[in-house]
């Protein structure tokens, strides 16, 4: 079984980007120097991956100011609506409104992507917004249905991998907290598989994932199962994988072991305890372990703190493994 | 107190002015600065023109002032700002404070800060750890009440951080490390309550009461993180309970960019709350659907006061005194009673320029002027 560890999300913005963005905001400092400073961090947070040996690299996602920003700036068919509660936090999203049916624009969300780190090539993973989270976040004035709207934008999302993975990504992981927040049922769950399959088709070969966060992963876990994708994350936060019944077709698992609602480190040792019953019980063809919700809900020192627990994770892993 | 229909209200903090900034650190202000103190200052008369002190910090001797009267003239400014809008109940607009976390968290021991996490956009607030047992310094916002009290002209309400939100907007490690095993939900949500209710028996409820001892009557308790967790509606409810218990004074809470449908009826349960600043601008559109959703407290049958939204903080465009009194008179409609209405903003206004908050309150004070002017009928 290989193992695999990883950034699975937005990761916090360090103090001096703080600094500098709310100066930009107050118009102390011109937008040149910020992003100078993005590009710093960004750099950081390469070394960060290479460090603890984080691999697909995914990069910080700094400059994203919410999962859905860049597509509501870029794509046809949006604008940007008022401040949203994101899901159970105290962090908000400006809420798309959709007041067409949506299209995209080629390029553009590549370019939000975080750059590539300079040396030895590594593969890269892109994390984009899961179909069902978009669709069913989104102020949707279109006239669609919602299960159109996430068909839609499964198909979208599927040209956007496509154009990613001739651009090199070789890992593609959907964010999908509202998955297991508000599970879709009937004509809405379908749509969710047809969307998976256009990306999945897409990804010509690429590994797929569906991360799953913010909620219990259990409801929505026949559906989970289901989706034509390479690997389903859940958040051990939320879920107890333990009562998860074992899939019959053998895929990924993803394990968020970090939990970056609380400044905890979590002790390696009983994250490998837990994590090897639960590879017990699903006997998945690979193990991607990364922090459940994105680690920005966390300051930068104590998301780094957390993350250096990783290594150790994935060594305890694979020892029992027979270090594969 | 006012008996006029649809009273208006701050809820919270406003843009702290340059002048502020500069001068508590001691730096001399430039020419911005002193050119905004002076423009207000005409506006509002918040200090004498010809006070030595201020004629130093408009000229090249600024630092010699100290920051304890920059902070002072800070008060002043935001009281008078917030009289000259027309509101009926004021307050300092919190300008001796360092937002509305941090603040009370650093007059609280058992608590470690962590560093700056991201709220949206480039807004960010420094979050603290509990890392041990609350325990309150000393009784906080007493002398900046005293120096309200003492200025202001009309009633004073003093907006304090309630402990739910302290709790949400920390991390939760003392009470959490205190349970075995797996950090799941369940032990997250039960380490949580222990946490919100200790910091409201250990430190919000000390502080307000020697808030009353010194003639505190009106009393906010903000929850904007009341509706992070809906399921936790009970602990909000619960913590407000605990921090109020035995008190007498007239308290409202203020919740904000919440689901309010998925907090009620649990929030019910807050007994000592006799109004619901809630807000519903951020969330309004032309056909005023925003204000649905108070249809909830008709359902409940809860007669509470509600301090009504119905400016958006977040935008920076000035709503129209017609555009309040729709907001005014369609909430009305629902609730069914116009005497239950107070104004306000949807939150605090602090994300906005001073100018844009201005404008954006005087027209809330002539919306709710034509409001009543409408429900009156021709004269």
């Not at chain 1, 372990?289 to 998301?303: R, T």
């Not at chain 2, 910090?57 to 009267?69: I, Y």
């Not at chain 2, 709790?167 to 222990?194: F, I, M, P, T």
């Not at chain 2, 919100?196 to 505190?216: F, Q």
Request: proline letters at 6%; one cysteine or more; charged letters at 25%.
């Amino acid at each position: 079984m290989q193992t695999v560890t990883s950034l699975t999300g937005a990761f916090p913005r360090s103090q001096a980007l703080v600094e500098a963005t709310r100066d930009l905001d107050r118009g102390r400092t011109t937008a040149e120097a910020v992003q100078e400073l993005f590009a710093q961090a960004e750099a950081d947070v390469g070394g960060i991956e290479e460090r603890l040996g984080l691999e697909p690299r995914a990069g910080g996602y700094l400059r994203w100011q919410d999962l859905f920003r860049p597509f509501a700036e870029t794509w046809e068919g949006f604008t940007v609506g008022p401040l949203t509660r994101w899901f159970e936090t105290n962090q908000f999203f400006r809420q798309p409104i959709l007041h067409a049916p949506p299209a995209r624009v080629p390029g553009a969300i590549g370019g939000w992507l975080p750059p590539k780190a300079p040396g030895a090539p590594h593969p890269r993973k892109a994390i984009l917004p899961g179909p069902y989270t978009f669709a069913g976040l989104v102020d949707n004035r279109s006239g669609e249905t919602a299960e159109a709207l996430t068909h839609r934008l499964g198909r979208l999302l599927g040209e956007e991998v496509h154009e990613l993975r001739a651009a090199g990504y070789s890992a593609f992981q959907f964010q999908e907290p509202l998955l297991v927040a508000r599970p879709p049922e009937g004509a809405r769950a379908e749509g969710v598989v047809a969307a998976y399959k256009a990306i999945s088709a897409a990804a010509n070969g690429g590994t797929t994932a569906v991360w799953t966060y913010f909620g219990d992963a259990r409801p929505a876990w026949p559906l989970l199962s289901r989706l034509p994708v390479s690997v389903v994350g859940v958040d051990l936060s939320e879920t107890d994988a333990l009562e998860l019944p074992p899939t019959s077709e053998r895929r990924g698992l993803g394990l968020g072991v970090i939990d970056p609602r609380t400044s905890l480190v979590e002790d390696p040792s009983e994250v490998v305890r837990l994590a090897r019953a639960i590879v017990e019980r699903h006997r998945p063809i690979s193990l991607w372990v990364g922090s459940g919700a994105p680690l920005d809900l966390l300051p930068w020192e104590s998301a780094t703190r957390k993350l250096h627990g990783l290594p150790a994770v994935r060594q305890g892993l694979e020892s029992t493994d027979g270090g594969t | 107190m006012t008996t006029r229909l649809f009273p208006t209200q701050e809820i919270g903090s406003l843009m702290k002015p340059r002048w502020q900034l500069l001068g508590q650190r001691g730096e001399a202000l430039d020419t911005a600065a002193q050119t905004d103190f002076a423009r207000w200052n005409d506006v509002l008369h918040f200090v004498p023109g010809d006070d030595p002190m201020v004629r130093k910090f408009l000229g090249d001797k600024s630092r010699e002032v100290g920051a304890d009267t920059v902070r002072d003239w800070a008060a002043l400014f935001m009281l008078r700002y917030f009289e000259a809008a027309g509101l009926d109940r004021v307050y300092d607009g919190e300008a001796r404070r360092i937002e509305m976390y941090e603040y009370p968290i650093r007059q609280m021991r058992g608590f470690q800060f962590l560093g700056h996490v991201r709220s949206f956009d480039n807004k960010y607030y420094l979050k603290a750890a509990g890392t041990g047992e609350v325990r309150l310094d000393h009784p906080y916002h007493v002398d900046e009440f005293e120096f309200v009290r003492a200025h202001a002209r009309g009633a004073a309400k003093l907006p304090i951080t309630g402990p739910y939100t302290l709790a949400d907007w920390s991390y939760n490690e003392y009470y959490l490390r205190r349970h075995e095993g797996w950090k799941g939900r369940e032990v997250r949500r039960r380490a949580q309550r222990e946490f919100v209710v200790e910091i409201a028996r250990k430190a919000i409820r000390p502080t307000l009461a020697a808030l009353i001892e010194k003639g505190c009557r009106i009393i906010q308790i903000d929850e904007p993180a009341g509706g992070t967790h809906p399921q936790e509606a009970e602990v909000v409810a619960e913590g407000f309970n605990a921090a109020t218990e035995g008190l007498d004074a007239e308290f409202s809470m203020h919740v904000c960019f919440s689901d309010y449908r998925s907090l009620f009826p649990a929030l019910l349960e807050a007994k000592r709350c006799k109004q619901w600043a809630l807000e519903f601008a951020n969330r309004d559109t032309d056909g005023r659907d925003g204000y649905e959703v108070l249809r909830i407290l008709k359902e409940y049958g809860d007669t509470r006061e509600v301090g009504l939204g119905v400016l958006d903080v977040h935008r920076d465009e000035v709503e129209s005194p017609e555009r309040v009194k729709d907001r005014i008179l369609r909430a009305s409609k629902i609730l069914g009673d116009p005497r239950r209405i107070w104004v306000n903003p949807d939150c605090g206004l602090r994300t906005r320029s001073l100018d844009i908050a201005y404008a954006k309150l005087q027209n809330m004070d002539r919306g709710a002027a034509l409001a009543r002017a409408e429900l009156a009928g021709p004269a």
